[in-house]
């Protein structure tokens, strides 16, 4: 069963609108923690934001949010004031486990493309 | 600069015929994994690395090997490549484990006919 799902394989969005890319995760392990990568046409992956399992709030990185939504499995990123840089391949991933003992895998979803139009 | 070599960044190559990706990092991080990338389907981590001498499998480990003999290297070698390894290649690290970002390299983008 997939893990990491991104159901939206391309989105188009205006310059300088906010934009939401989706991302439900599947589960059983109460501790998990949710990443959001960046991948330009350049091929370099590009680290955007963290939202641990246990973490109270949604995490925010500058123009970046994560939309937490635990009992819904859900974890969108959200761009704000959306920029033509912003045009790439975004990707969810998700790490289950504490990290401390046992597996250290990372799973990745499909990923997004995103083009910013200007 | 705090970086993940890798090199090759390109390859052509033949079925059979044994390849190394090798794999440097200079940040002093205790993790490291390898990732294939194939269109539809994201990335796959093929191994990872938690220290020197500790390696592991990830969801795609066939046809792989790895080796982790010292802190900063992490090569990924193909005994024997297959056509269904053509592929694009990361090599990440990370100093909090599976807990903290992923630095990652270029890539390295394998073709073998």
């Known amino acids: 069963a997939q893990k990491i799902t991104q159901t939206q394989p391309g989105m188009f969005v205006q310059e300088k609108e906010a934009v939401t890319l989706d991302c439900t995760y599947d589960t059983s392990d109460p501790s998990y923690g949710l990443f959001w990568y960046k991948q330009p046409s350049s091929g370099e992956m590009i680290f955007l934001i963290y939202q641990g399992s246990y973490d109270q709030q949604n995490a925010t990185e500058g123009r970046y949010s994560l939309n937490f939504q635990k009992a819904r499995k859900s974890a969108n990123l959200v761009i704000s004031a959306s920029q033509l840089g912003d045009s790439a391949m975004y990707f969810c991933a998700m790490r289950e486990g504490s990290g401390i003992q046992g597996a250290q895998k990372l799973v990745f979803g499909q990923g997004t493309r995103l083009t910013i139009n200007p | ?113």
């Open chain 2, 1 to 113: 600069e705090a970086q993940v070599t890798q090199n090759p960044r390109y390859l052509i190559t033949v079925t059979g015929k044994k390849l190394t990706v090798t794999c440097s990092q200079n940040m002093n991080h205790e993790y490291m994994s390898w990732y294939r990338q194939d269109p539809g389907l994201g990335l796959r981590q093929i191994y990872y690395s938690m220290n020197v001498e500790v390696t592991d499998k990830g969801d795609v480990p066939e046809g792989y090997k790895v080796s982790r003999k010292e802190k900063r290297n992490f090569p990924l070698i193909l005994e024997s490549p297959s056509p269904n390894q053509t592929s694009l290649y990361f090599c990440a690290s990370s100093l909090y484990g599976i807990r903290g970002p992923q630095h990652f390299g270029d890539g390295t983008r394998l073709s073998i006919l």
